[in-house]
């Protein structure tokens, strides 16, 4: 027991560094979008950058991680300054209480479950991370988190209007987790605040809230066979005073036999949305997955939810997937239905197929090693005639998007010292 105590302490202190170079090639003809009639494609190569340290002594754990985001030839060869410039990404405190509570504080990733309502959204090179406070509670398979976040402008000795676009102005939310051997819940409660701002009258501007319920269910159902939900609904009032109900529901199964190098899946996935014409003014039925990782779902072109299709007809995603692993190799392929969950209604008497179309999403991955990967993608959108509706597009174009990832993860720094019992 002493001895176990020891070994525990020995490792309880710790000062890491560590860096990430991720430089991506992209090739877009109808990414995130129909492909316009008589343009070119586009052709780039961003890259993120990060530089990461991680101290943990005692109760207390300090996390900051700098970021440059950059298309390579933004600024020039003799650049005196970049066009974004180095950014935080995280920089957060924790300080435990005990052993069942801690408080963390700063800029940091929210990540919860699958990533549907909470997450990192690390495909993207910027990545996402919010200003919060959070109250950490454990309690043997129990987990909880409360926070709370505020945004301003900036400091000010009059007025409070937030104005940084896609951004709340305040945020609380409640997350429950059980832990069990073969079955994970969690529960979800937040509260949404967004600002509107009256044009013709700044004096009355207000903060418009929407609550949001739900769970994530994930389980072993037998030994080849995993099985995950979700379930939201969302209440109350959307930026534009209308009326909120709308909803969520996903399930997803998972085959991997024991020890097989395969794996496959089978899954839905419906979020309401409106008709796309004669709806009711005051209310609203399009649900918002927030804060997600929303590409992570619904296809890696990012036809939905990835700064698009927020208030329109909703979504049913009906997807099958496999992946094979050769080696350091891993094949992965996706296949993906869409149609829309509210009618694509033109008019009173005219009503196109809800059928937007199918998307195809093949990735490879090479590991190298622990500190390095090659991935490359390729999809393709096979677009339906109502999905040129949707989009304002030509249907008929080829819609198609391929790339080239290096990550370069290593680990620069490391110490760990003893805490030795006084």
Do not use: C
């Amino acid at each position: 027991m002493i001895l176990s105590v020891f070994a525990f302490q020995m490792l309880s202190s710790q000062f890491i560094i560590d860096a990430e170079v991720r430089p991506r090639y992209e090739y877009r003809h109808g990414f995130h979008s129909l492909m316009p009639d008589s343009v070119d494609p586009a052709s780039f190569i961003s890259q993120r950058t990060r530089l990461n340290v991680f101290f943990n002594k005692e109760k207390v754990k300090v996390y900051v991680s700098l970021q440059d985001v950059r298309v390579w030839g933004d600024v020039s060869q003799l650049n005196r300054s970049d066009v974004n410039g180095l950014a935080i990404h995280q920089a957060w405190g924790q300080f435990g209480i005990g052993r069942k509570f801690a408080i963390k504080a700063g800029r940091q990733e929210l990540i919860y479950d699958d990533h549907r309502m909470f997450g990192s959204v690390g495909w993207a090179q910027q990545a996402r991370s919010h200003d919060a406070l959070l109250a950490k509670y454990f309690y043997e398979k129990w987990s909880f988190d409360l926070g709370i976040a505020y945004n301003q402008n900036g400091p000010s000795t009059t007025g409070n209007t937030y104005t940084v676009p896609r951004n709340y102005k305040a945020m609380q939310y409640l997350w429950g987790n059980y832990k069990g051997e073969k079955v994970k819940v969690s529960l979800l409660v937040l509260n949404n605040g967004l600002q509107y701002v009256h044009l013709d009258s700044p004096d009355s501007n207000e903060t418009r809230y929407s609550q949001t319920f739900g769970t994530h269910i994930k389980a072993r159902v037998i030994k080849l066979i995993d099985l995950s939900g979700n379930l939201y609904y969302t209440g109350g009032k959307d930026v534009s005073d209308r009326s909120l109900s709308a909803f969520e529901v996903a399930l997803d199964l998972n085959f991997k036999p024991e020890d097989a190098k395969w794996s496959a899946g089978i899954g839905f996935e419906m979020l309401s949305g409106n008709d796309l014409t004669g709806n009711d003014a005051d209310k609203n039925k399009a649900f918002t997955p927030f804060y997600g990782t929303n590409h992570k779902f619904n296809g890696f072109m990012d036809y939905f939810y990835v700064g698009n299709h927020i208030g329109s007809v909703g979504l049913v995603d009906i997807y099958i997937r496999g992946g094979i692993d050769v080696g350091k190799s891993k094949f992965l392929l996706f296949v993906h239905n869409f149609s829309s969950q509210g009618k694509m209604n033109l008019s009173s008497t005219e009503t196109k197929s809800s059928q937007l179309g199918t998307e195809l999403d093949f990735v490879y991955v090479y590991k190298f090693d622990k500190t390095m990967n090659i991935k490359v993608g390729y999809s393709q959108m096979f677009a339906s005639e109502s999905m040129g509706y949707l989009k304002s597009g030509n249907y008929e174009n080829t819609n198609n998007w391929a790339w080239v990832m290096f990550t370069f993860k290593p680990q620069l720094f490391k110490h760990e010292y003893p805490i030795l019992p006084e």
